[in-house]
């Protein structure tokens, strides 16, 4: 129950109506909106039942500006970009008119992030020109996670080298305030550019995950955790630590049950979708993926989808294909192989036409004659054609067999070559 004689302040703007309150309240007049017809003024209430008497009788605009930054913090980070950047602009524009930068800091750095998860750089620029002429104006420094935020901004746009300078700026800051929370997320980011391949700088990555650990253990930022793990596993695949990678990122995956960040979860998802498919295993590869799919907002996660549909492409994921072990598309001549994924003949006309021919017609054989004639064009000759065609169905079997030493599909019969037919292929028109 709230204590009744505690007194409440609130920043309202309200319209021109009359509130049955219980109790007395006090007004301080703030002075007028834009707006002639309402008045923005300071309440100091006694009781919840007087806020709720003035919320639904005087028509509050919003009630308090505190509160929409919250509910705007809390959509981004449940990943709902679009309803988030509605609430954290409402409240980034109420206090840069109060001239409450901290809080207004606060606003603009989330809405940087979600500009950069949705590659939305000329918004990302106007801001930074925005934040450029408020410095100017009122003399001002940006804070330790502003310039994270414009760390991360410069970082999806690949600047890797002004992406490490707002890191540092970032550190300086938070070591200067001495604020743990603020010095955590800018060692993170610095660790992040250090591990990127074109970097390439994983012992220094390595070594600033291991100083961010030992903070772990005396403070908890769970979100932070999390992603530090999530770095960790991208880390230890780009070393080909595929195993290892695994196991990290399960426990990412775990500390998604104390977060509940659902964007977080679908990065993981992607994470180990990436480590399956450069570690060979595409099968397990597509699983991950697709259960990343089915949880991406592609209007609000745009970078995280295109990351997840650069792979789903490579590996040719379709929803009625996955009972098939090879599917073949007359439309495109694309070939998908349910292990291996996404097969890429590029210019490689003969093995296509020759692998076309054999799945159109599964189970027939056919004799190295009409090979010749059929695929080369060519009248057969046995001194030329015979080796020809051997290192050819060899070049097509290490294209599309699992295992090249214990082929599946392409099979050889006393007189020719064809298709087994126990094979599970399927042909899209």
Not at 111 to 118: G, P, Q, S, V
Not at 280 to 297: I, Q, W
Not at 321 to 334: A, I, K, Q, T, W
Request: charged share 30%; with cysteine; aromatic share 12%.
């Amino acid at each position: 129950m709230p204590n009744k004689q505690a007194q409440r302040k609130l920043n309202l703007t309200l319209r021109p109506f009359r509130a049955n309150l219980k109790t007395p309240i006090s007004l301080k007049n703030q002075g007028h909106c834009e707006n002639s017809k309402k008045t923005k003024l300071q309440l100091t209430c006694k009781t919840d039942s007087d806020i709720n008497a003035l919320t639904f009788s005087w028509g509050i605009m919003p009630t308090t500006i505190d509160r929409v930054y919250e509910i705007g913090k809390l959509h981004y980070e449940r990943g709902d970009f679009e309803t988030a950047l509605k609430a954290l602009k409402e409240a980034a524009d109420f206090h840069y008119r109060d001239k409450n930068f901290p809080i207004y800091l606060d606003c603009t750095n989330l809405i940087l992030r979600i500009h950069a998860e949705r590659e939305n750089y000329e918004e990302i620029n106007k801001t930074k020109e925005l934040l450029q002429d408020l410095i100017l104006k009122e003399g001002f420094e940006l804070s330790s996670k502003t310039y994270y935020s414009l760390c991360q901004c410069a970082f999806h746009k690949k600047q890797f080298e002004s992406a490490l300078d707002y890191a540092q700026k970032a550190l300086a800051l938070g070591l200067a305030k001495d604020n743990k929370e603020d010095i955590c997320h800018a060692i993170f980011s610095i660790a992040y550019v250090y591990a990127q391949p074109s970097i390439g700088k994983y012992a220094d990555a390595l070594k600033e995950i291991y100083n961010l650990q030992v903070f772990f253990q005396v403070y908890d930022f769970p979100d932070l955790k999390t992603s530090v793990l999530l770095l960790n596993a991208s880390i230890l695949r780009n070393l080909k630590k595929y195993d290892e990678a695994v196991e990290v990122a399960w426990k990412a995956y775990e500390g998604i049950r104390q977060t509940k960040n659902l964007m977080i979860s679908t990065y993981i998802l992607g994470m180990l979708g990436t480590i399956y498919f450069e570690s060979g295993d595409k099968e397990l590869s597509r699983m991950y993926f697709s259960l990343a799919s089915k949880t991406v907002d592609p209007k609000n996660h745009i970078r995280l989808y295109k990351l997840i549909a650069s792979y789903t492409d490579k590996l040719g994921t379709t929803s009625d294909s996955s009972s098939y072990d090879l599917v073949f598309s007359e439309s495109d001549n694309s070939v998908v192989e349910k292990k291996i994924g996404k097969v890429d003949f590029k210019n490689q006309f003969i093995l296509m036409d020759l692998l076309k021919l054999f799945v159109l017609n599964q189970g027939s054989v056919y004799t190295k004659e009409y090979l010749v004639e059929k695929v080369w064009k060519q009248s057969y000759d046995p001194e030329t054609h015979d080796n020809k065609i051997y290192v050819t169905i060899k070049r097509l079997r290490k294209m599309i067999e699992p295992d090249y030493e214990k082929p599946k599909y392409i099979f050889r019969a006393k007189n020719g070559y064809y298709m087994n037919k126990s094979a599970r292929v399927m042909v899209e028109k």
